[in-house]
């Protein structure tokens, strides 16, 4: 095998008309986020490796892409952007600020993945991020957001799987787990091994009411409607009861919104992330065996830098967004707006400022010089979707 023609593992080119489709996906999201306000922000491919580090909360150290300056210092590819984008808010934004800070970016982020796991290691991610409000108001702001940009690229058959940190951190309080157990319990749920969680509970010496609660974490309800008679139970833990509450102020917010027929709560759902701090998210479609949205609150993240202010964001994840959109075939535009002027040596000098002419006026025009003009119904079957003029002596 030539790898000078191969990519590494996980790692891929995108060109032709997949780029033009991802080029559109980007535009319309991007704009529907501008629609609420938001500035657009681009920070480093690579930071120091403390601002992923373990006490951040982010992906582990063995997923990062690490490498050093010339300094000896210790660097990291970013594999989230999330706490790139707190460490600028951080240092540009929160200093005298009192209205809150709405951020919009869109890059690649880096992952060292497992080949095994046949996820790329290379993606593309777009999202944004509010700092500086921590009302129920940000929060349903955030999350019809997200529903804004999923429509505004023809994406209808899709859902937000909304949870809470308090769910499952008060169930596992009340039980009085120790920390490995409490790991132990978090990648079952991550794998969505709930047989494995239901072996678990059931080897703890729980009583029946805790233990039933514990039954929620593999439940997806519609609406609040759906647990009233599990809210009754949840009364006597306060951080459950207090994240069913949260709910359905909620609920309420995003039916004024619009979107309430994309929403469904998901008990048990977590994240690898563990700098979120109340409600959490992620965006579900077919066509696609990933989330392609993730997002959260993050209210002590900014903290790490320096600064104390609340924040929600989210992040779309182009590469499975666009899985989906293809498996679904919807149909995406693409502009094929190109002038083809075919010339020969002997009139190379009118095409020339013919072509000017033309991308003075904001045209776009490929120039392409043939042998003789027995080669343009050649081209002309080439470039058979766009007009072709012959310059001709």
């Given at each position: 095998m030539n790898k000078l023609l191969h990519t590494p593992e996980g790692v891929r080119d995108i060109y032709n008309e997949e780029f033009k489709k991802r080029q559109y996906l980007e535009k319309q999201m991007l704009e529907s986020i501008k629609a609420f306000?938001?500035?657009?922000?681009?920070?480093?491919?690579?930071?120091?490796?403390?601002?992923?580090?373990?006490e951040i909360g982010t992906i582990s150290a063995k997923d990062l892409y690490k490498f050093f300056d010339r300094e000896g210092n210790t660097l990291v590819l970013r594999p989230d952007f999330t706490p790139s984008v707190a460490r600028a808010a951080a240092k540009y934004?929160?200093?005298?600020?009192?209205?809150?800070i709405r951020l919009s970016y869109s890059g690649n982020v880096f992952l060292n993945n497992s080949n095994y796991q046949g996820r790329l290691?290379?993606?593309?991610?777009l999202g944004a991020e509010l700092i500086g409000d921590d009302t129920l108001d940000a929060d349903s702001e955030i999350i019809s957001m997200v529903c804004s940009c999923l429509s505004s690229v023809g994406l209808k058959d899709f859902k937000i799987s909304i949870g809470?940190?308090?769910?499952f951190g008060g169930l596992v309080e009340a039980a009085g787990f120790l920390d490995d157990e409490v790991e132990e319990l978090k990648d079952l749920i991550l794998n969505k091994n709930f047989f494995g969680v239901e072996e678990f509970i059931d080897t703890k010496n729980l009583d029946e009411e805790l233990r039933s609660l514990f039954g929620i974490l593999k439940c997806f309800y519609s609406s609040p409607e759906e647990w009233k008679d599990l809210e009754l139970k949840a009364k006597a833990y306060p951080k459950v009861y207090d994240a069913f509450v949260y709910f359905e102020k909620l609920y309420e917010l995003l039916d004024v919104y619009g979107v309430s027929d994309y929403i469904s709560f998901e008990m048990g759902l977590i994240s690898q992330y563990q700098y979120y701090t109340g409600v959490v998210f992620s965006g579900y479609s077919y066509g696609s065996g990933e989330p392609i949205v993730k997002g959260g609150r993050y209210d002590r993240l900014l903290s790490n830098f320096g600064k104390d202010a609340p924040a929600i964001g989210f992040a779309v994840l182009v590469d499975q967004l666009q899985f989906a959109i293809d498996r679904q075939k919807i149909a995406i535009p693409i502009e094929k707006n190109k002038d083809v002027l075919l010339y020969t040596k002997s009139n190379r000098q009118k095409a020339i400022a013919k072509a000017k002419t033309y991308r003075d006026y904001g045209k776009v025009v490929q120039t392409i010089r043939i042998s003789d003009m027995s080669e343009v119904e050649k081209y002309k079957e080439i470039f058979k979707d766009y007009y072709v003029e012959v310059i001709e002596d």
């Open positions: 306000g938001y500035e657009n922000i681009q920070t480093p491919t690579f930071e120091f490796f403390d601002i992923f580090g373990k934004f929160t200093k005298n600020n009192e209205v809150p290691k290379e993606t593309t991610q809470h940190t308090k769910i």
